[in-house]
């Protein structure tokens, strides 16, 4: 897809484009860090594709966007009665994305109690739906996005450094555009 392609040819992106080609083929989880707008989300979708598990779904959540309930409800999944008016089990895109990508973006917007979850997740493959006393597993590539300094988050007790560690297998900082002003026109063309 057109609209889905990392445009450039100045150095940062032969650069981002050779971290890319190194991460993918392997299952270490990538956190992508850089400012809104530089191209977190076609990063995430580039190792994905390029990886052994391109076959399988790729999933972009905004855990910025999500009330944190909800967040757990959309990962985890949840038993019936969860929720008021919940009538049925529900899986969430963990489970749903078993042997694919889970692209989690705005990592840094999360709240401590998730990033307990998600560092359990992580550590096993293990989680319980919300409600639930019976743990599943799930095979997913976990790729994560933040515009956040987490490690200023850390220093300010917002963010676990024990989760950054297991995020950040792969660590890819997106350049601003302003410090790839060569590939304006290249971009210009393309859009």
Known sequence: DRQLTMVGESHVMRQLREQVAMAAPTNGRVLILGENGTGKELVARAVHRDSTRSERPFVAINCGAIAEGVLESELFGH????????????????????NGTVFLDEIGETKPDMQVKLLRFLEDG??????SSTPR???VRVVAATNRD???????????????FRLSVVKVVLPPLLSRKGDIQPLLQHF
């Open 150 to 164: 987490l490690m200023e988050a850390i220093a300010d007790k917002k963010f676990r450094e024990d989760l950054y």
């Open 137 to 139: 597993r799930a095979n």
């Open 79 to 98: 038993e019936r009665g969860a929720f008021t008016g919940t009538v049925s089990r529900r899986d969430g895109l963990f489970f749903k994305t078993d």
């Open 126 to 131: 293990t989680f319980y739906p919300v409600e």
